[in-house]
């Protein structure tokens, strides 16, 4: 395992639902992301937190809302999805916000909007 | 406009056979080029990093090429194996930036 754990692994919602991902590091990381993974897409960023702080939010809609509480656990809060939300969540941390580290991934959240 | 191609889109190849992915991209400034190999159903794994000046990197069966004057990159795979099976991403890092420009990933499929 690579460190990074998420949870549920599987959500189905309603369009109406509220539901919350979570993220938990065990490495010791102070960099902390959100990425969105559609079917033959690339991977897009959605959130970065460095030392808890939000660094960058890549014009993701106010539907999905992040928060970090501290440098291990990642949220990320749902509301009112749309059908096209359904991808896979993935969180990933690295140890500082540069690009020469390592990033590494947690196994993802499979969601469905229904 | 950054970007990063691979190539093919898809491959099937016999157990035990060897084959090659490859990586075009038009980011710059460059700054390191990495390899991912993801599984189904589960997060990205790294398999190589190559900064500027390295032009070849392995890691087991798998050996990565970096030529930085063509933008171009290639990952071999020798005596596939069934737990090769996956899919395969290309990412590069443009200059000092955090973020990661991301291939769309090749699907390697290995069959008996």
């Known amino acids: 395992e690579t460190g990074v754990t998420q949870t549920p692994r599987h959500l189905v919602m309603g369009m109406t639902n509220k539901k919350s991902l979570k993220c938990e590091q065990h490495l010791g990381h102070n960099a902390m992301y959100w990425y969105k993974q559609s079917a033959k897409k690339p991977l897009e960023l959605m959130f970065v937190?460095?030392?808890?702080?939000?660094?960058e939010n890549n014009s993701v809609p106010s539907r999905f809302s992040p928060e970090c509480p501290n440098s291990s656990h990642l949220f990320l809060h749902l509301h009112t999805l749309q059908p096209e939300d359904s991808a896979l969540y993935l969180c990933?941390?690295?140890?500082?916000?540069?690009?020469?580290?390592?990033?590494?991934f947690g196994p993802g959240t499979r969601l469905t909007v229904t | 406009k950054n970007q990063v191609e691979q190539s093919p889109q898809s491959l099937i190849i016999l157990e035990g056979k060897n084959c090659t992915l490859q990586c075009n991209y038009t980011v710059s400034p460059f700054s390191n080029l990495r390899w991912y190999k993801q599984d189904t159903g589960r997060g990205p794994v790294s398999l190589t990093i190559?900064?500027?000046s390295e032009n070849t990197k392995s890691n087991g069966r798998y050996t990565a090429t970096l030529d930085a004057d063509t933008k171009q990159s290639s990952l071999h795979i020798t005596a596939s194996q069934l737990s090769d099976s996956a899919s395969y991403i290309c990412?590069?890092?443009?200059?000092?930036?955090?973020?990661?420009?991301w291939g769309a990933g090749t699907k390697l499929i290995i069959k008996p």
């Open positions: 990412v590069v890092s443009e200059g000092s930036n955090y973020q990661l420009i």
């Open positions: 990933a941390s690295s140890h500082l916000l540069a690009y020469v580290y390592e990033q590494y």
């Open positions: 190559m900064t500027f």
């Open positions: 937190y460095s030392l808890e702080e939000r660094v």
